[in-house]
């Protein structure tokens, strides 16, 4: 393969982040999942309950559908990862995954803000959800073919600064051109793009089929670039690929590093996703911000993303993953405690004067942060990963990389719902998410920077 080739190569995986994206930014995090979360809220307290106890159910219904969604990606990923690596294939089901984002998303236009089918769009939101994190899972796999374990930290990190971007420029377009305000205009201060009807929240709502259409139309570049190595056999062998994949979980009591790693990126991953999933639900019911104040949130949140991925990968290549997992974890942490103990009225037990903007001034400090040191985060976890996977079969690896990711997905959101259930606040909710990254934290201790490959090569050979 030639240098220009190889270039290419790696330029068309970037097109995948840069296509992905706007999924994680602008349905689970900044549009979407704070406008359902609003619509959940309205139906509650038309049947009766109170404000803040209709907030609470409202979280708690997210967090619901997030942990059905995490359980079934946990369960399945290693298992798709072990039968890709029997034929060598990727392609065919990044290509089939990537049909149940499209449809998933675009599905969304029909989520109506009286809340009559919305149990059904959260349904349809978990379809896409699904697809989009089993596609990654294969995309994550190509990764180590792509350079040396020194240079993937920096592709990695330069992959994710892509995609922020174009997270950032899909956010824009939306809000400048059909999410609606208040006064039922865009932040250009014009009526939503092609008549859509701001009283039914179109314009809002117009964010599923704009991701589903980003992602077929930046896709291509991937599909033209990004090839399938020779292939190893012409059909799936289950058998085989559940030998390997029961292999490789028993060799874990041997590989220390490997094991620690699985279960810390577990709790801190887990955690980041919380993170995530609830950012934009928070600043909806907590500080009660409107659809298109979370998504210019999301647009400085991005582009943090995107500038501290591309440092992040810098450093990584300079330091390793390792040191710049322990750091992100901290300021994460950090995060996390401001979050709970703030509101609209107080911030550190401290009263605040009606109206104060501090609240609003230190939550877009906070988006800073769980932008780029998460952005940061995800990139030096899977370089690190790279350090630990059999290079023979990449995609069972990052199978179990997706295991590890989201065996325990349940548990942020189910803490969450638990949490927010018991104390009916959405702001105490977020709690459980410091002691996610203190695990993490505490299993990294026994991860090797440079990671296990050359014990895994003694141990297969003896």
């Known amino acids: 393969m030639t240098a220009i080739s190889t270039r290419r190569r790696i330029w068309g995986w970037f097109f995948f982040d840069w296509a992905s ?34 907030k609470a159910q409202a979280q708690t219904l997210w967090s619901t559908m997030l942990t059905i969604a995490g359980l079934i990606i946990g369960l399945s990923a290693p298992i ?15 290509s089939t995954f990537s ?8 599905s969304l236009w029909f989520a109506v803000p009286d809340g009559s089918n919305l149990i059904q769009m959260l349904v349809l939101f978990a379809v896409g959800f699904i697809g989009a994190e089993f596609v990654l899972i294969f995309i994550n796999a190509q990764l180590p ?3 040396s374990d020194q240079e993937v930290g920096k592709i990695s990190g330069s992959g994710f600064a892509f995609g922020y971007l174009g997270g950032f420029l899909a956010l824009l377009i939306l809000l400048a051109f059909f999410a609606e305000q208040g006064n039922g205009k865009t932040l250009l201060g014009m009526d939503p793009a092609f008549g859509l009807d701001a009283n039914a929240k ?20 991937y599909f033209l670039w990004v090839k399938d190595d020779a292939p190893k056999a012409d059909r799936i062998n289950f058998a085989k690929a559940m030998s390997q994949l029961s292999g490789s979980i028993r060799a874990l009591r041997k590989r220390v590093s490997l094991a620690s790693y699985l279960g810390s990126s577990m709790f801190y991953r887990d955690a980041l996703g919380g993170l995530y999933g609830f950012g934009g639900t928070y600043a909806r019911l907590v500080l009660d911000w409107s659809i298109v104040q979370i998504g210019v949130f999301g647009i400085i949140s991005i582009i943090a993303a995107a500038i501290f991925s591309w440092l992040g990968g810098k450093a990584d290549f300079k330091r390793g993953p390792k040191p710049v997992i322990k750091f992100c974890i901290w300021m994460l942490i950090a995060v996390c405690i401001v979050v709970v103990s703030m509101d609209r009225t107080q911030i550190f037990g401290m009263a605040l004067a009606e109206g104060s903007s501090i609240p609003d001034l230190v939550f877009y400090g906070c988006g800073i942060l769980i932008g780029g040191m998460g952005g940061i985060l995800q990139s030096a976890s899977r370089s690190l990963m790279v350090r630990h996977s059999d290079p023979d079969n990449p995609t069972e690896s990052f199978g179990l990389f997706g295991l590890s990711g989201r065996a325990t997905a349940f548990l942020a959101p189910a803490s969450i719902g638990a949490v927010t259930a018991m104390t009916e606040s959405a702001r105490i909710g977020i709690s459980p998410l410091i002691v996610l990254f203190l695990l993490g934290l505490f299993l990294l201790r026994w991860v090797k920077p440079e990671g296990d490959r050359a014990e895994w090569d003694a141990s297969s050979q003896s």
């Open 21 to 54: 994206q706007p999924y994680h930014t602008l349905l689970l995090t900044f549009i979407f999942g704070p406008y359902i979360a609003g619509v959940a809220a309205e139906t509650f307290i038309a049947d009766g309950a109170s404000e803040e106890a209709a």
């Open 145 to 147: 073919s792509l350079g």
């Open 80 to 94: 798709l990862g072990a039968l890709a690596d029997t034929t060598g294939r990727r392609r065919p089901w990044i």
């Open 99 to 106: 049909l149940m984002y499209v449809v998933g998303a675009a």
């Open 202 to 221: 179109e314009g809002t709502r117009a964010v599923g089929p704009i991701v589903a259409i980003w992602f077929a139309v930046f896709m291509v570049p």
